[in-house]
Structure formats: C-alpha cells, structure tokens
C-alpha cells in the first residue's frame, strides 16, 4: 500500500495508508494503477508551480480500475478500466454553464489543487471516468496528455489540407501533432532539441523538422511552400519561444499556446494586427477531449509505446525524481507502475 505526499518542494514522503471513502451517489472507488509524470509535477517538486499549496499528493495522468460504485452510476461498472479527466469543475460558474469545464473559474485539478493519484484509491465523482475495453493501462494513463493536446486541436479549428506548425514536441507537442495529423492537416515541427527531432522522424512519423537553434522564420516559409503555416501551436511555455511565435502565423492565421508560462508574454501590435491574428489559450481538456483521444488509441491510430521508456515503482521513483529534472535524459514519459 502506498500513499505518497509531495511534503514540500524536495520531499517526498510515504504515508501510512487510510482506508478508502466508500463512494456516494454518482461517485466511485478507483484502484490507481498507473500514473504518468509531466512538467506540473517536477514543477511542484522543485517549487516552482504558481499557487501550489503543500503537502500534496501528486498524480493526474491516470489510469485506475473501478472497484465500488455509488448509487445511480451507470457510466462506469466494477471491473472497468479507465482513464481519469482530472479537471473537477464545479458546474455552476459561467464556463462551466457554457460548456467549459476545463476553465472552470474555481477548478480542482486532482494532484495540483486537491490530492491526485499516488495513492492507491482515489473516490471520484463517475462522470470523470472514461473507460475502455481495448486499451493498456499504459494507454489510459496516456490519454490526460493526449487529451490536452486534442483540445489545443479542436480550439484552433484546423481541417483537412490546411498548414499547421508545432513548436515544441514532447508529450504535449506529440500529443499535438497525433490531433493536426488526425485533423488532415499538412504540418511541420519545430525544436531546438536533436534527440527530440530524431523522436519525431522515427516514432511520430514526423517529415519536416525545423531546427529552432537555427534560422528558423526561413525554415518555416521553406517548410510550407513559400507560405506561413495557417496554425502555430505552442507547446514549450518557454516566453521566447511564445513570442517568436507571432512571426510564423500566417495573415489571417491563428496562434494556439498550448504550452503555458507563469509570467507575462509580449508582442508587437504591428505583427499581430497586421496579420488580423487570432490568439487562442488551450487549457486543460473536455470530456468530448477524452472520447475522442481513447477511440483515436482504440482505433490504433496514435502509437504511444515509444513514448514511455522508464517504469518506475513508487519507491523507485521517489529516487529516480531529481534525475527527471534534467532534460537531457530523454525521459519522454515517466510512468510509475502504482499497482500491479
Ligand atoms: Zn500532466
Ligand atoms: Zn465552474
């Protein structure tokens, strides 16, 4: 049994385990049994997540196993596998009336506001369960990352034959161009990372890879035919990065930051007026997000084995933790094996 709280930025610390709350009415009992690591979580532990409140028990990227449901639920039975949309809203402000929970204004997010998954039960409302009958464990623990990318996707609105550019490939930027490729889209990606451009071409199936250490605004045009791409993504949250951006968008284009920095980014009026740009923020995912991403995996669309290359067991991962700090390692997705 495991419970494992972030104490404060550094310290992790294994708990004395509690017994589950046995769940309430549209509520059920969740066995974790894999937990993906990404950016927010080795934010936290080097304290450096705006807002973060400690202890917290991390975890968001999840895949668990239903073992008790409350009354009326009849989404998800004993027994199901699922992916969890960790994204508690609270349905009544005015996003949430609008159809956007995933920007709700007093949003819980499992392991970043409230306790999240590494732990060995977690009690969640059902409606926040996506199950399968097809898919690895490992795959469900994909689908939160996917998922953030499929919404940055849907946000832009790109279709079939129109240009897309991807900065940034990790999980995000990956997950990224799975949805321009699913969209029909004709894309290029940019990175300053060589390992990652050599992911792209050998696992993404990525063709045109544009150096960012280089001149890159010559690559872009050279990219797409003499033209700027119709949609840039961004998927670094690096504030240079987000605000070269600008310059790659084509007239009348749109700009996606999908990627997120905590401070402020800038821009020249000029380079974005004159393109009559239009500038999206894509945060978090939908549940329509989450059903299209796990019937994309189910179908085998989107091949996310190379994405994991390290296993940890939460003992192991509490050691192997500053080492996933460092970038050169090539660590694309941690993944920790919760529970057999
Ligand atoms: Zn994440
Ligand atoms: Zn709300």
């Not at 950016?39 to 668990?64: C, N, S």
């Not at 009690?123 to 499929?150: D, F, M, N, Q």
């Not at 084995?305 to 933790?321: C, D, G, K, N, S």
Request: hydrophobic share 45%; aromatic share 8%; with cysteine.
């Amino acid at each position: 049994m495991n419970t494992l709280a972030l104490e404060e930025p550094g310290r992790f610390a294994f708990r004395e385990p509690t017994s589950p709350r046995q769940p309430v009415a549209g509520e059920a009992l969740v066995r974790v049994s894999r937990v993906g690591i990404c950016g927010t979580d080795l934010h936290a532990w080097e304290g450096k997540q705006p807002f973060f409140q400690y202890p917290r028990i991390l975890g968001h990227e999840l895949a668990v196993e239903v073992t008790a449901v409350g009354g009326g639920v009849t989404r998800v039975a004993v027994g199901d596998k699922c992916a969890v949309r960790p994204y508690l809203a609270c349905s009544e402000c005015l996003a949430c009336k609008n159809g956007k929970p995933n920007c709700c204004m007093r949003i819980r997010v499992l392991g970043v506001h409230i306790d999240g998954g590494m732990q060995d039960w977690l009690t969640v409302p059902s409606e926040y369960l996506h199950r399968s009958a097809k898919l690895s464990l490992e795959e469900l623990a994909l689908a939160e990352p996917l998922s953030i990318g499929a919404h940055g996707v849907w946000r832009s609105g790109i279709g079939s034959g129109e240009t897309a550019l991807v900065i940034g490939a990790g999980p995000i930027g990956l997950a990224v161009i799975a949805g321009v490729r699913a969209a029909g889209a004709k894309f290029a990606v940019m990175e300053v990372s060589q390992k990652r451009m050599a992911f792209c071409r050998n696992h993404a199936g990525v063709e045109t890879c544009i150096d960012a250490t280089g001149d890159a605004l010559e690559q872009v045009v050279e990219a797409f035919g003499g033209d700027l791409p119709g949609v840039v993504f961004d998927c670094t949250g690096n504030p240079k990065s987000m605000m070269s951006a600008f310059r790659y968008v084509a007239h009348g284009g749109k700009l996606v930051f999908v990627g997120l920095y905590p401070g402020d980014v800038t821009f020249s009026d000029p380079e974005f007026h004159k393109r009559e740009m239009t500038i999206l923020a894509s945060r978090n995912a939908t549940s329509a997000d989450f059903d299209r991403v796990i019937a994309a995996l189910e179908a085998g669309r989107i091949l996310t084995a190379p994405w994991i290359e390290h296993r940890y067991t939460p003992e192991t991962l509490v050691e192997a933790f500053p080492a996933l700090l460092n970038p050169e390692l090539g660590v694309l997705k941690p993944l920790v094996n919760w529970t057999a």
